[in-house]
């Protein structure tokens, strides 16, 4: 069975910082598109960040600067660095795998290869 185990995430304060971590079960997640994506309350899906197969990496804007994605491929696991969060980065977090790069507007999890569970984030004070 593939899966996408994401693991971390949790409450903070605003500035604070979160690591999600995101393993690769059944499925190796080098040489593939890999994704952060995030659902606000009430809203679609959003990209957040992405890696490719050659690891350049790309941000929405919103999290330019504060937000870091990273694969080691020797535990088979991505990771996203949250740092500087604010309440706008409330939501709940998704890692996903896809063959090829995703352009939108549309994230749902039928666009992609595989989708891991929901991760909490919540920044408040």
């Known amino acids: 069975e593939v899966r996408l185990v994401a693991s971390g995430g949790g409450l903070v304060e605003p500035g604070g910082s979160l690591r999600l971590s995101c393993a690769g079960a059944?499925?190796?997640?080098?040489?593939?598109?890999m994704y952060w994506v995030r659902q606000e309350p009430g809203k679609g899906f959003d990209w957040v960040a992405r890696?490719?197969?050659?690891?350049?990496?790309d941000y929405r804007q919103s999290v330019k600067g504060r937000f870091t994605i990273s694969r080691d491929n020797s535990l088979n696991t991505m990771y996203l660095q949250m740092n500087s969060l604010k309440p706008g980065d409330t939501a709940v977090y998704y890692c996903?795998?896809?063959?090829?790069?995703?352009?939108?507007?549309?994230?749902?999890?039928?666009?992609?290869?595989?989708w891991g569970q929901g991760i909490q984030v919540t920044v408040s004070s």
């Open positions: 059944g499925y190796t997640i080098t040489n593939t598109w």
């Open positions: 890696i490719s197969p050659t690891d350049t990496t």
């Open positions: 996903a795998a896809s063959r090829t790069v995703l352009s939108g507007p549309a994230f749902a999890p039928v666009y992609f290869d595989y």
